[in-house]
């Protein structure tokens, strides 16, 4: 019993990771399911599933208006009350199986998503000491593939052993996301950052690196996450249990895998980790354009899944090239950044789709290979007056 007492278990660092928890509750039934739901239920093709995917990043593009809503209320009540929106939003979508239900649920769940996505980067980079970010940052991606993998192996005993309808694993997720939010808000603590933020946005020039990397990902993160699923149902034909099992594979090797990625970036450096992530996914992108095996295909998505847990050195990268009192606006500024392509690529590749699956790959390894050669001008050792090798 001695032992429980010297453990404090209302931390910040805690408290990210039990909001990690909730927020994958949530996301990861919406996207085990999304397209069998939305192709069974309200016959989308691809271009309906790109507009789809692009309304659901509007949200995201629109991120900075966090900074505004922090002249009200806090970051942390702020956070959990996106969490308690995406709930919402994720226990509404199995009753609206239409298309423009579908486009509705889908912003709703996708303002709380994004909204607690600033918020949690913040908080984070804020809470941390930037010697223990990227073992935090390692914990809760781990910490949400644990929760990932429950919930897809929930969903595969749901769908093929119980043969409970989808409708009422989408409501049981947004009620736990809730549940266990207001848990936390409940049980804990309001904690308070080292600096005081500013509450207006922030826009500066000695950051242009990262602002170019973040958009680059949210291009490439697109194309993975909305045509890389959406190829496994629509070529391989793989019904929503068979994708329930590849998602939590994925969510089982994440586990092991992103504590060593935070281990890594602390002995290697941001800049050798992002190097081997972007010249992995080029491989990856161009493997997936000329892909015609479904377990070829399979282990394409797992490594691609691999390689984008390496992406958040890029955080780690900013925490030490920003000053504290800009983290807030410039999280809600890189998201909007971030999600300046994610808008357009899912309706105009949807479209790129119906002609040649290929040409939307081929463009992804494009996006990997200017990330790659951008990733070399970050210097061994970042800091605030040394952003990139032409401070050094």
């Known amino acids: 019993m001695p032992i429980f007492r010297k453990i404090d278990w209302r931390r910040p660092e805690l408290l990210l990771i039990l909001l990690t928890i909730a927020l994958q509750l949530c996301f990861s039934t919406w996207q085990a399911l999304l397209n069998n739901f939305v192709t069974e239920r309200a016959a989308f093709g691809g271009v309906e599933i790109g507009i789809l995917q692009s309304l659901r990043e509007i949200p995201g593009f629109l991120s900075f208006g966090v900074i505004f809503l922090l002249l009200i209320v806090a970051e942390q009540p702020l956070a959990f009350v996106a969490l308690i929106i995406l709930g919402v939003g994720t226990a509404a979508t ?142 391989f034909h793989f019904d929503a249990a068979t994708m329930s099992l590849i998602f939590f594979t994925t969510s089982a090797m994440t586990i092991w895998f992103s504590p060593k990625v935070g281990r890594l970036i602390l002995r290697l450096g941001e800049r050798r980790i992002l190097i081997l992530e972007y010249s992995g996914l080029i491989v990856v992108f161009l493997s997936y354009a000329v892909v015609e095996t479904a377990w070829v295909a399979i282990i394409l998505y797992l490594l691609d899944h691999l390689f984008f847990a390496m992406s958040f050195a890029s955080k780690t990268y900013f925490q030490k090239i920003a000053s504290p009192q800009d983290i807030a606006s410039t999280s809600g500024v890189s998201f909007t950044i971030n999600h300046i392509a994610a808008v357009i690529i899912p309706v105009v590749f949807g479209h790129l789709w119906v002609n040649n699956h290929s040409w939307v790959f081929l463009a992804g390894a494009i996006l990997a290979t200017v990330s790659l050669v951008l990733a070399l001008l970050i210097p061994e050792n970042p800091r605030e007056g040394h952003e990139t090798i032409f401070q050094e």
Request: charged share 15%; net charge positive.
């Open 94 to 235: 199995g009753f609206f199986p239409s298309e423009i239900g579908l486009y509705l649920t889908t912003v709703v769940m996708s303002i709380g998503f994004h909204y607690f996505e600033t918020l949690r980067q913040s908080l984070t980079l804020q809470w941390m000491d930037i010697k223990r970010t990227p073992i935090t940052l390692g914990r809760m991606t781990a910490a949400g593939s644990f929760a990932s993998l429950v919930v897809f192996g929930m969903i595969w005993l749901a769908l093929d052993v119980w043969n409970v309808d989808m409708i009422w694993i989408y409501l049981a997720a947004g009620v736990s996301t809730i549940g266990l939010t207001l848990a936390c808000w409940i049980a804990y603590p309001h904690f308070k950052g080292k600096s005081e933020q500013h509450k207006h946005l922030v826009f500066r020039r000695r950051y242009w690196l990262y602002y170019i990397l973040i958009f680059l990902w949210g291009a490439r993160r697109q194309i993975f996450v909305v045509f890389a699923g959406f190829l496994m149902v629509e070529k």
